[in-house]
């Protein structure tokens, strides 16, 4: 079975810190993404890479960046969290192009 | 208009009944689709992955694509009240570079 692990389930952060979000897969996936998931709008693809150092800003990359330095691991970085950004954070990875995506169980994030 | 329309429920339905669940779509270029299952505080997980129009069958769950209509459905057999969760369904392009599009989610509810 595919592996998806977020580091930490729940995180709470101060207005202004740098928050970091780690993903890691097992299965030797190319292509990883960033969701964001809030009630009444769904899931919104943040970035996504289909490969080491290589990513594609999604639907909402304001605030974010990404990073990718070794295949199995992409991390997702708030660079001055803001309240805003109080969600539940959703990784998700695929073997390629028509691949269905494998997703961890979450972090859910607060800003304060 | 979105590209993918889902009802948000909440549906409600006794131990034992036939659950139907639906999703319509505009973009004629969705060419695989999904129906994941997300359960409270946790990450969506993969039930079905479909690429063709018809009927694929998994123990109680039934995924039913209709190209033709731009209309896809997931059955429950002899729903359980395990079966309680959000479902979404997601759909993608061989084009569009491993990016899919999700449903909103429909909340279930299966009553003991």
């Known amino acids: 079975d595919v592996k998806v692990t977020q580091s930490s389930r729940y995180l709470v952060k101060r207005t202004g810190e740098k928050v970091f979000l780690e993903c890691v897969q097992d299965?030797?996936?190319?292509?990883m993404f960033w969701y964001r998931q809030d009630p009444g709008l769904g899931l919104r693809l943040i970035y996504f890479?289909?490969?080491?150092?290589?990513?594609e800003k999604g639907d909402i990359p304001e605030g974010y960046s990404v990073s990718r330095e070794k295949k199995e691991r992409f991390s997702l970085i708030l660079e001055s969290a803001s309240t805003n950004q109080t969600s539940m954070y959703l990784c998700?990875?695929?073997?390629?192009?028509?691949?269905?995506?494998?997703f961890g169980d979450g972090t859910r994030l607060s800003i304060l | 208009q979105k590209e993918v329309e889902q009802d948000p429920g909440p549906l409600s339905v006794p131990e034992g009944a036939i659950v139907s669940l639906n999703c319509t779509y505009s973009?004629?270029?969705?060419?695989?689709f999904m129906w994941y299952r997300q359960y409270s505080r946790k990450g969506p997980e993969l039930l079905m992955y479909?690429?063709?129009?018809g009927n694929k069958e998994d123990g109680r769950f039934t995924a039913q694509v209709d190209k033709s209509s731009k209309y896809i459905s997931l059955f429950i057999r002899d729903s359980q009240p395990s079966d309680s969760a959000t479902y979404l369904c997601a759909m993608g392009a061989y084009s569009s570079a491993s990016k899919i599009i999700f449903g909103s989610g429909t909340r279930l509810s299966i009553r003991p």
């Open positions: 299965m030797d996936h190319e292509n």
């Open positions: 479909t690429y063709s129009s």
């Open positions: 890479s289909y490969d080491v150092k290589m990513k």
């Open positions: 973009n004629s270029a969705f060419q695989y």
């Open positions: 998700a990875s695929n073997g390629g192009t028509d691949q269905p995506q494998h």
